[in-house]
């Protein structure tokens, strides 16, 4: 799907304070997109149906909410939220209801989701606010998607392209679905502080182009914080997986867009590794079909020292293509490579 925006409505205006929006691209799974939502309820509003449409939740599973794993450990919120915690206070004396994380400088109020649904790409949640002096409420929801919807796929000769165009709330691209939304009482949440967008990507994926007027940083994923905050069936490694994080804010209501392009290449030391191992096949067979077979004595004695050497090449190359990582040439086939 080309078109890429997200819009974000609810039953009542509010003020977002934050928006948190993360792919995680994973190389051998379906891959997973996080939505998280700080804001302020309107004075009085205990209570705010969001309704969220995502362009490629069609299919998907059914959004879970990661109160739990943000408020179980320290660590966890640390991780999401890079802030130092100074007390995670359970409300009403019960994590089931949330919990009030005291930042170094700020609070919030992690809040549980319920009557949780996605309908052909639309999700709707209900969440009960928070009506407390400086404490924002903040959700978090989670859903599996196919890896391939997230980017747009250009395959080349040498390489493949995957171009992330990511919006948010952007009018010029309101579907009759919102619009109808609209039309029955729900507000395009258009009050967006702050937007926040991560892509979490293989490393083996180069960046071809990126907005560094919102770009903050790309690091190395901390795989064992990861490990700990989401867990999955199959563990992520160290040094398997890049986060990009880019950044933008705004006084007005328009809305907010993300463009970047990463790429892959196809042709690396293995097919190069391939394709010299396939011209000695071919050459040994030529030089074979000139040798006199039917001449009397052993014919294998008639077989020249080089050959039994570019044999020899051809059966290493062989296992490198088939267990690269078993041997040097590892290195050479599964290295990674970033460039800016």
């Known amino acids: 799907m080309n078109d890429k925006t997200i819009f974000v409505l609810s039953n009542k205006q509010v003020t977002i304070e934050r928006l948190h929006l993360c792919s995680w691209d994973f190389a051998e799974s379906k891959g997973l997109f996080e939505i998280g939502i700080e804001f302020y309820a309107p004075q009085g509003v205990n209570e705010i149906i969001f309704k969220i449409a995502l362009p490629f939740g069609k299919g998907t599973t059914t959004p879970f909410c990661l109160k739990d794993s943000l408020i179980r450990d320290d660590d966890n919120c640390k991780f999401i939220f890079n802030d130092s915690i100074s007390a995670i206070k359970p409300i009403k004396g019960d994590k089931r209801n949330g919990a009030i994380v005291e930042f170094s400088s700020r609070k919030l109020a992690i809040l549980p989701v319920s009557d949780v649904e996605n309908d052909n790409s639309l999700l709707s949640v209900k969440v009960k606010a928070l009506q407390q002096n400086q404490v924002a409420n903040y959700i978090r929801l989670c859903l599996e998607v196919d890896v391939d919807k997230f980017a747009v796929t250009k395959k080349g000769i040498a390489k493949k392209s995957y171009i992330y165009d990511i919006k948010v709330n952007e009018l010029r691209n309101l ?13 395009l949440c258009s009050n967006i502080k702050h937007c926040f967008c991560f892509h979490v990507l293989p490393s083996d994926y180069n960046i071809s182009y990126l907005n560094t007027a919102k770009l903050k940083n790309i690091r190395m994923l901390e795989a064992d914080a990861f490990n700990k905050y989401l867990s999955l069936s199959r563990a992520i490694n160290d040094n398997e997986y890049l986060i990009v994080f880019n950044k933008d804010s705004k006084n007005d209501k328009s809305g907010y867009t993300f463009f970047s392009e990463f790429e892959k290449e196809t042709i690396g030391s293995k097919q190069i ?12 067979l030529f030089a074979f079909s000139s040798l006199d077979c039917k ?24 296992l490198i293509i088939v267990w690269p990582k078993s041997w040097f040439g590892g290195k050479l086939v599964e290295g990674r490579r970033v460039r800016r």
């Open 273 to 284: 590794v391939s394709a010299v191992a396939l011209n000695i096949l071919c050459s040994l």
């Open 295 to 318: 001449k009397e004595g052993n014919w294998l004695a008639q077989v020249p020292i080089g050959y039994w050497i570019a044999i020899a090449c051809l059966v290493v190359f062989g």
């Open 175 to 187: 579907t009759d679905e919102v619009n109808d939304l609209r039309n029955n009482g729900y507000v």
